[in-house]
């Protein structure tokens, strides 16, 4: 049997956000749905304040629900659902102004 599968929006953010820790007093707003040799894929569902820092691998942004603005390098951007963002290794950004149901896949790569 293969490891092939299917996972609806709602089964992926049903979890979150997961337990407190230090970096997400909130919760943690994300689950790895996908853990793969150079590929990582995860839902993120950030409330309040969005504590990620830049990432040492390239990753992109599906936005699948609700909006938020973007902060690439301290320059805002509007981001809603339908819309994809590329964002190269070591470059800051966050969301902030997230709807109430904004959800975003996020791939990581390398």
């Given at each position: 049997m293969s490891d092939a599968w299917i996972k609806t929006l709602a089964e992926a953010i049903a979890p979150l956000p997961l337990p407190a820790t230090a970096k997400w007093p909130e919760g943690e707003p994300y689950?790895?749905?996908?853990?793969?040799p150079g590929a990582q894929l995860?839902?993120?569902t950030p409330r309040g304040t969005d504590h990620?820092?830049?990432?040492?691998r390239d990753e992109a942004?599906?936005?699948v629900a609700g909006t938020a603005t973007l902060e690439i390098e301290g320059k805002p951007q509007p981001f809603a659902a339908g819309d994809l963002a590329w964002i190269p290794k070591n470059v800051p950004?966050?969301?902030?102004?997230?709807s109430e149901d904004f959800a975003t896949w996020?791939?990581?790569?390398?």
């Open positions: 689950q790895c749905l996908l853990n793969q995860l839902i993120f990620q820092t830049e990432h040492t942004y599906i936005c950004h966050r969301f902030i102004g997230m996020v791939a990581f790569f390398g």
